[in-house]
């Protein structure tokens, strides 16, 4: 399995970014795909995930309204589309896939994990 996660980059604050992931390897509509980060010092958080038919969607509160999880299945891609960035939106930004459902996705119940992709935000 692979995931490729790309999109990253500088912005200023206020800005947008859209994150992409690309996955192969596995039946993709069969897996729940999600989206962590890391920023420097401080432990993995979840952001979003989204079930393979992409009608179940669940975010980290502090992300609601600012960030939207989408996919399609088709291209094996998941995408994040981040707006109003804040400098402490700054981190790594991890893709990951799990094959069931969670109540509380946490990094260790991910089966598996994309490379991430680093989201600068200016202030």
């Known amino acids: 399995v692979q995931l490729q996660a790309s999109g990253g980059g500088l912005v200023q604050a206020g800005g947008s970014l859209r994150l992409s992931c690309a996955a192969s390897g596995l039946i993709f509509s069969s897996y729940y795909m999600g989206w962590f980060r890391q920023a420097p010092g401080k432990e993995r958080e979840f952001v979003a995930v989204i079930s393979g038919s992409g009608v179940g969607i669940y975010y980290a509160d502090s992300m609601k309204g600012r960030f939207t999880i989408s996919r399609v299945n088709a291209k094996n891609t998941v995408y994040l589309q981040m707006n109003s960035l804040q400098p402490e939106d700054t981190a790594v930004y991890y893709c990951?896939?799990?094959?069931?459902?969670?109540?509380?996705?946490?990094?260790?119940?991910?089966?598996?994990w994309g490379k991430g992709t680093q989201v600068t935000v200016s202030s």
């Open positions: 990951a896939a799990q094959r069931s459902y969670s109540r509380n996705w946490s990094p260790t119940g991910m089966d598996y």
